[in-house]
């Protein structure tokens, strides 16, 4: 099993460019998340999914978006990408939400310059 | 609302020396508590968990945790370090409801010393 593919693993942008990144898992998990992680600040929840369309903000949404239109693709969206969005993204899913082990994606290095 | 607090950002012990990371939680209704690590350039795995029962939990390489309600804390410890613990760690904690996330604490860098 694969379990959770994130792409692209790197990734530079130019501020105002926009692009989307991946995630796909196959364990046929209803709950996926993004989280940014950045140095000594932990991860940050920036959207969840509890199912096939459905989608819910968490702490950090704001110049992002997602979509969950089928229950192995949970994409996030960054629009007019600004500096404040270099991080690293990962991707995950888990069987029953915050009560089950969630697994991780290798996560995507972006930088915007 | 839920919350970690993982004191200090980095710790660094011998080799076969104690390993001792320390988790605090606060949390409104009985937690589950995770503890998850981070090697360089990868993605988390989970270490272990505590739901219910046995409030000492075995992880995986050698690693236990031992849940106290009292002091609403969740520490991690290994008897003996091993040059490959080194790595990022992470307590996290969510709430029992069906819809419950996790929160992260800041995690700890682990180094370990020849």
Known sequence: ?113 | AQSVTQLGSHVSVSEGALVLLRCNYSSSVPPYLFWYVQYPNQGLQLLLKYTTGATLVKGINGFEAEFKKSETSFHLTKPSAHMSDAAEYFCAVSEAGANSKLTFGKGITLSVRP
Request: proline share 4%.
């Open chain 1, 1 to 113: 099993n694969a379990g959770v593919t994130q792409t692209p693993k790197f990734r530079i942008l130019k501020i105002g460019q926009s692009m989307t990144l991946q995630c796909t898992q196959d364990m046929n998990h209803n709950y996926m998340y993004w989280y940014r992680q950045d140095p000594g600040m932990g991860l940050k929840l920036i959207y969840y999914s509890v199912g096939a369309g459905i989608t819910d903000k968490g702490e950090v949404p704001n110049g992002y978006n997602v979509s969950r239109s089928t229950t192995e693709d949970f994409p996030l969206r960054l629009e007019l990408a600004a500096p404040s969005q270099t991080s690293v993204y990962f991707c995950a899913s888990s069987y029953e939400g915050g009560r089950t082990e969630a697994f991780f994606g290798q996560g995507t290095r972006l930088t915007v310059v």
